[in-house]
């Protein structure tokens, strides 16, 4: 049994996703807070680490250029092991330089893997169970963020919080998880020979787009919507867990149903329901006055993150599978270029007016709604968008 497991593609993925998680999440959801209780960040420094974790994820394009030379797989798990080893030494001295360091080699793994997780989801799924199976990768993700943030909570209630602790023993399980499929998991073949070269493909300049803006909707979140809980509301990090905690057993409650949900309805119409529920939050961002407001919020947001499985599911339908790979590359790349300017942007406009950077991020997600509408009911290679091509009816 344990054999027919280790020898299938999905539990591949499942293991990167779940090394990916205990890697990130904790040093994610522990951030603000050792950022302003141990090395006095404001929002300046926090804007200038998040845009500084988010330059490898703008270079994710020299993916395809290591790909010549190592296989997807292995590259992946050569990813998890660096996201691991950037994670466990994130508390080692508490100055901005070695956190702004630690950061950087722990973003290098983060954005390869996720690359690469992306990479070879879409070309080893069919394009009938992409939808259902990248739900419960997101399912999985979630159940393990419960388990670890879960223990992370009940040590929290009994000890003092040593970060340096917590992050070198998330940084050296993921670490581990990569030796494991290293040594246990055969190395499978990637199918379809993927074109091993930089390219912008006209055809799919829809879907560059909307994942353009899909990166400027998340660094938003990621970066200001936590941090408000923290510097406005004071919310302790006892309390950020615990709610990192309630969001994990709603996405692995939710996400499962939202993939069936996106294979039923289709993509236009699962990501025209996410940009108006965005736009909807993000405008009550930027004037709420109330903590448990802010919670609400925060809970809606994080479960609008799913919906972005239909951005994969519409390339997956209309790309060359030759093209996967690379435009996995690319499409990291364009996620990242406003990654990579914003957070120190808005970090500056943070401290004039918080409730600014909400309304922008309103915009973004007024533009993404936009442009989801050209997407075809029965998107297709010649049928990219609803501007080319003659729909079936």
Known sequence: MLSKLLNERKTFLYLLAIGNTIAFATWQVMLNNFAVEHVDFTGEE??????LREVPGFLAF???LIMVFIRQQTFAILALLTLGIGTAI????????????????MSIGFHYLETLHSSLSLQWLSKDEAPKVLGKILSVRALCNFMILGTLYIYLMFFAVNYNVIYMLAGFTAAAIGIFCWFAIPHFDDGVAQKKSLFLRKKYWLYYLLTFFAGARRQIFVVFAGFLLVEK???PIEDVVMLTLVNAALTFYLAPKIGRLIGYIGERRALTLEYIGLIIIFVSYAFVDTIEFAIALYLLDHMFFAMAIAIKTYFQKIADPADIAATSSISFTINHIAAVVLP?????????NHSAVFLIGAAIACASLVLSQLIPDHPRPSAETRLTGKQPI
């Open 46 to 51: 926090i804007g200038i680490l998040q845009s």
């Open 62 to 64: 020299t993916a395809i």
């Open 344 to 352: 120190a942007l808005l970090g500056l406009v943070w401290i004039i």
């Open 233 to 235: 509301f004071d919310f």
């Open 90 to 105: 994130t508390a080692f001295y508490p100055t901005a330089l070695w956190l702004y360091f630690a950061t950087v080699v």
